[in-house]
């Protein structure tokens, strides 16, 4: 087997020489011959492995808390000083299960959060799977180290849905290297758990070496029986966030899972999840974490995991168990208590600083010893990526979409249920029409590449009752959906998410009602958190009067390709069977 490097002796020399004189500052600092850059003195903090609150004073230098106790520092002249008296300190809140690309971007959504104390996000690599080759991944995942939120990554195992290629993206050299890195610390989430059920040993092999290198493996098990969790749990699974009632989750811990509530913006499962845990009895939270689970931007409009935290203590949690929910065991979870989670002497600086013990919303945020939030002002916090350097530009579409493309013939479409649900219809509907009338409640179906190679045509319900075309780049994979009554509009959809370079666009009787560009390969938006969850907000509102019933329109067009969700979706390949695991109908080539 190939051994994986990132660096070369002599960069790694570098890099150890570094941070052994890193080490010995801190020291330093201690014994009084250095400064500290920060202390904030007379404060009560959260110690998370006694649960106790404590009186001290915390010295910082640079990134790292390097005392916690009574005093202050001798050679403390040009340190900041900032009195916490009568204030409460707790470790940087972490989202152990993000998905950093729900029409924001990474930086985005990590920079928003660390206003609110998200100062830590570990973040799926779906997107990057798709967009970018190992090299460039990597040194962008280098270049997120450097960034003032800690954004650590999994690998993942599979694509959620039917691709033209799967091994292109997903080879064993290509999933292996992902796990070697550094800034990797789990595997998952394996939504193929079926193939692994039924004897697919590349995905045992991968879960084995996740397991070997002491990185966790995260499994998606919607609905699943004590049966077959107790299977994956011996194949390796060690996480899992899919619990949906306070039975199910507590079923979880008893089977040994680091088990994630989810509170997300198509399942806020977590305050009826916690009632019930309470309610069974539960009074051990140690191996509980919170999620919001890649919610869509308007649901973050006051911060991350705080608003978790805050749900846990109106719910009845212990004080301390609830900070520990979104901070401590997190970070024991995957390994890194040395590293974040804690108020504790090495730790990274991921400090916030609240007005009472149960409210978990900060006056002030530390993140690497960095100001994010001070007295409740906002810092300044440039953006630091340069997209462009890892080809994250616009989409160039060198190919056209035409009448000739909208041919609809097959009798099977798909039948939104709610917001990710989708079952099987015969369609009765006329689809050789241009227009579908108003008075049926089809519409025409599109995926098509993005690359314009291949297409695949059908009906939908449930989406909309009247809309003339929304297209949409922003999809599972990247590729086109086109949704809606009229042919002409979902042409003139088309001529505008070209001119944009992808995005999302609403058309209706040949006006172009609303547009999201998505300059970022089509997926993400290049703009303020703001602007993003007013045009989000905008698109929700548009898509009701026009018909959707459920929640969450953004997840539904996400997931028409989702694959670990039941029961029917349209893929790469074509319209598949999720449960039989066939093509019902192939994907048609242009």
């Known amino acids: 087997m190939e051994k994986t490097t990132y660096w070369s002796v002599a960069v790694m020399k570098d890099h150890i020489l570094w941070r052994n004189r890193e080490l010995r500052k801190q020291v330093a600092v201690v014994d009084g011959m250095e400064q500290p850059t920060i202390v904030l003195k007379n404060g009560t903090y959260l110690n998370t492995y006694t649960k106790q609150w404590l009186r001290a004073n915390i010295w910082i230098y640079k990134d790292r808390i390097v005392y916690v106790g009574e005093k202050m520092p001798e050679n403390g002249t040009s340190a900041e000083i900032v009195d916490c008296e009568g204030l409460y300190l707790v470790p940087g809140y972490i989202e152990p299960h ?41 040194s962008l995942l280098e270049e997120f180290d450097r960034h003032p939120v800690s954004m650590y990554w999994w690998a993942r195992f599979d694509s959620q849905t039917a691709l033209k290629n799967e091994k292109e993206y997903f080879s064993t050299r290509k999933v292996l290297k992902w796990l070697n890195h550094p800034s990797v610390i789990q595997g998952g989430e394996l939504t193929a758990w079926p193939s692994l059920l039924e004897g697919d040993d590349r995905l045992l092999y991968w879960m084995q070496e996740a397991n070997r290198l002491g990185k966790p493996v995260e499994g998606h098990l919607p609905g699943a029986s004590e049966k077959t969790l107790t299977r994956l749990i011996l194949l390796g699974v060690t996480a899992e966030h899919e619990a949906m009632t306070g039975k199910e989750a507590i079923k979880r811990l008893e089977l040994g899972y680091q088990t994630g509530l989810r509170y997300s913006s198509i399942r806020p499962d977590l305050p009826v999840l916690l009632e019930e845990m309470l309610a069974e009895g539960l009074q051990t939270f140690d191996h509980v974490t919170m999620t919001t689970d890649g919610a869509t931007p308007s649901f973050y409009e006051k911060g991350i995991m705080n608003i978790c935290i805050d749900i846990a203590i109106k719910k009845g949690v212990p ?8 901070s401590h065991n ?15 002497p090495g730790r990274i600086a991921h400090i916030n600083i609240l007005e009472t013990k149960d409210n978990p919303h900060p006056v002030s945020v530390l993140s690497k010893g960095e100001w994010i939030l001070k007295n409740y002002k906002e810092q300044t916090m440039p953006i630091k990526i340069d997209w462009e350097n890892y080809g994250i530009r616009p989409i160039e579409f060198d190919w056209d979409l035409t009448l000739e493309d909208m041919q609809f013939s097959v009798p099977i479409g798909l039948n ?21 009338p108003d008075d049926r409640d089809d519409a025409f179906l599109m995926l098509i590449d993005r690359k314009g190679n291949w297409r695949v045509n059908t009906a939908i319900k449930g989406f909309t009752n009247r809309l003339g075309a929304v297209a949409s780049s922003f999809s599972t994979t990247g590729d086109l959906v086109f949704i809606g009554k009229s042919k002409q509009d979902m042409l003139l959809a088309w001529k505008r998410i070209k001119e944009l370079g992808g995005g999302i666009v609403l058309v209706h009787e040949g006006d172009i009602i609303f547009e999201l560009p998505l300059k970022m390969a ?20 548009l898509l009701k009067e026009f018909g959707y ?24 390949q074509g319209i598949i069977d999720v449960k039989k695991r066939e093509v019902l109908f192939p994907a048609t080539m242009r």
């Open 319 to 326: 004080l301390a168990d609830a900070y520990r929910m979104a």
């Open 522 to 541: 089509g997926s993400m938006f290049d703009g303020t958190m703001r602007e993003l969850m007013e045009k989000e907000s905008n698109l929700k509102k």
């Open 416 to 436: 939104l249920m709610n917001d990710v649900i989708i079952q099987p219809y015969a369609i009765k509907t006329d689809v050789t029409l241009d227009v579908i």
């Open 549 to 572: 019933p459920f929640g969450d329109p953004v997840y539904s067009i996400l997931f028409l390709s989702a694959t670990h969700l039941p029961y029917i979706r349209i893929t790469q």
């Open 330 to 344: 997190a970070a024991d979870h995957y390994g890194m208590l040395d590293e974040l989670g804690c108020i504790a």
């Open 98 to 138: 993000a998905h950093p690309y729900q029409l924001y971007n990474p930086e985005l959504l990590a920079l928003h959060g660390a206003k609110f104390g998200t100062t830590t996000l570990i973040n799926d690599n779906l997107v990057w799977n798709f967009l970018l080759d190992n090299e460039k991944a990597f």
